[in-house]
């Protein structure tokens, strides 16, 4: 009974563990190994498309700041939706496994302002915007309205020169 006993728990073990470890994977905002730069040409042709910006949100599953960022927003409806209607959202990996040093090079070093950092395109994939979020926090958490400013200060119709035309 007992080795029977044994090799039944054993197993439950493996599954949960490998159930535990497939979650944690699939859950994960920052992919270390995923194609970024191709990532980024899709969302730019997307946001063309959708007369929409990319907003690329640097960090990694390590970084609870990142994290705390994402939450924040998501489970806000108003940020939820200005951050629908106006970005196509990207989580640029920087971890030990892969910091995607070549790619930040081309934004000019973003990583200098710590994690988060958040990088604006336009839909020609040009950066217009790089957003330091230590700017944005408040206490253990983020302002929403400097974050709500944020997104709306750097939207397409906030930089379109047509918004400023008299009418």
Not at 40 to 57: D, F, G, W, Y
């Amino acid at each position: 009974m007992k080795p029977v006993y044994r090799l039944l728990l054993g197993a439950g073990l493996l599954l949960f563990l490998s159930r535990s470890s497939f979650s944690q994977e699939r859950d994960s905002l920052y992919h270390p190994f995923a194609p970024a730069r191709a990532d980024i040409a899709a969302a730019v042709k997307t946001a063309r498309t959708t007369h929409r910006h990319v907003l690329i949100q640097v960090g990694g599953n390590w970084c609870s700041w990142c994290l705390l960022l994402q939450h924040f927003w998501t489970s806000d409806p108003i940020l939820d939706s200005v951050l629908k209607a106006d970005y196509v959202l990207y989580h640029l990996n920087y971890s030990k496994e892969n910091e995607n040093l070549p790619l930040l090079a081309q934004y000019g070093f973003p990583q200098r302002f710590g994690f988060p950092v958040l990088l604006v395109l336009d839909g020609k994939g040009r950066l217009i915007h790089t957003q330091n979020t230590g700017l944005l926090e408040q206490g253990r958490g983020y302002n929403r309205e400097k974050v709500l400013e944020t997104l709306e200060q750097w939207s397409p119709e906030a930089i379109d020169p047509a918004t400023y035309r008299e009418k």
